[in-house]
């Protein structure tokens, strides 16, 4: 199996699964419990924190840890909304946000609220955000096209508007494959999630810098201060720590190599074209194929074992897929005709290799939509 769908979810690594399977069969205990038991099993969640801690460049008391990266997000947006609703009712996010953001947010037009979305190539973010902007939420890396977008410059943006916003960043898919740094950064808050770094299902983390009041989104608990209740998934939270421990294992550059190999095969194929809309993550390349249904391609790479994707798993089964090419400004033929290829660092150039021997044969085997 050639498996180039990593931006859906990344396959466990062996130490994730053996950091799981030692807490499920030998720290089981109720993380919350008093007992001695419940503390060994609560040494996972702190664990995991102080490696996540480390990683980002923050403490570990600054680290919430929840049911993954879509609920952290909701969080967040929450958070920002009852935390500085008295002094403005402006949220401003990208116009090519995951739905989790983008959603999320546009709920809050319905008691009054104003949602603006920008377009991430333009000074859209300079133009939108003023002193009554309480919010800006934008991702680190486009999940779709591997656009990184200019969230190193939002807080300078905030600070020169006068806005009291605050800053929150999505890093779910930059995290493990670019530098995440919230100092550097100067956001309030910040989300990432174990799957996409070979760790867990199930499990992600919000950043909270101190100074952020978090309003929960459930109740009935007093788990991460009351914030996130509800019982630990310390196993889950010990896969998530092994995986954020072996980042620092991966070869500097290697996603890279990846990337340009795969960018020089894909100029022997009159028929295939690279979506870039300027400074990408080195994992996530956006292609389409002229005139052949992203889709029909898909299927057909699917026949040969080869996975990969058209966009957002959260949002694949939907009619109403958010079309993140147009927005960058790319026309519907180009968006119908495209497919996503996100790499890992267990993906190899012989793969890479595997792929474009298949895709030479689409120009026989499948039908043109588009003539």
């Known amino acids: 199996m050639i498996y180039f769908d990593n931006s859906a979810t990344t396959r466990p690594s062996e ?25 060994s099993a609560k040494g996972d969640i702190d664990d995991c924190k102080t490696a996540l801690a480390q990683s980002i460049n923050c403490n570990p008391a600054e680290i919430l840890l929840g049911p993954g990266g879509t609920f952290c997000n909701n969080l967040a947006i929450r958070t920002a909304v009852e935390m500085l609703k008295r002094r403005g009712n402006k949220i ?16 809050y037009r319905n008691i009054g609220f104003e949602v603006v979305k920008c377009n991430p190539l333009t000074d859209d973010f300079e133009k939108y955000i003023d002193s009554s902007t309480i919010l800006v939420s934008c991702m680190y890396v486009n999940n779709e096209t591997g656009l990184i977008l ?20 999505d890093a779910v898919q930059a995290f493990g494959k670019i530098p995440v740094d919230v100092s550097k950064l100067r956001c309030d808050m910040l989300t990432v999630s174990a799957h996409k770094i070979n760790g867990p299902k199930g ?36 896969g998530f720590a092994q995986a954020v421990k072996q980042l620092k294992n991966n070869k500097s550059g290697y996603l890279n190599s990846l990337y340009e190999y795969f960018i020089e095969q894909s100029k022997k194929y009159e028929f295939i074209h690279v979506n870039s ?28 074992d080869i996975y990969t994707s058209q966009g957002s798993a959260c949002s694949s089964h939907s009619k109403h897929r958010a079309k993140t090419l147009e927005a960058l400004g790319a026309d519907k033929r180009t ?37």
């Open 15 to 39: 130490q994730c699964i053996q950091a799981m399977n030692e807490a499920m069969t030998q720290r089981y205990a109720n993380a919350s419990s008093l007992h001695r038991a419940g503390v």
């Open 92 to 107: 401003v996010i990208s116009s090519i946000e995951h739905p989790s953001v983008s959603e999320c947010a546009d709920s």
């Open 150 to 169: 200019p969230v190193e410059k939002l807080r300078s943006i905030i600070e020169k508007n006068s806005s009291p916003a605050l800053l929150h960043i």
């Open 203 to 238: 499990i992600g983390a919000l950043f909270a810098a101190r100074r952020v009041r978090i309003s929960p989104v459930i109740f009935g608990g007093e788990q991460e201060n009351s914030f996130i209740p509800g019982t630990y998934n310390s196993p889950a939270a010990a």
């Open 277 to 304: 809309f300027g400074a990408h993550a080195p994992h996530i390349i956006n292609i389409s194929f002229d005139g052949y249904l992203g889709e029909n391609v898909l299927h057909f790479l699917e026949e040969y």
């Open 335 to 371: 968006s119908d005709c495209s497919l996503r290829v996100s790499f890992d660092y267990n993906n190899t150039i012989s793969q890479i290799d595997e792929f474009f021997k298949v895709c030479s044969m689409i120009p026989d085997k499948l039908i043109r939509f588009y003539k």
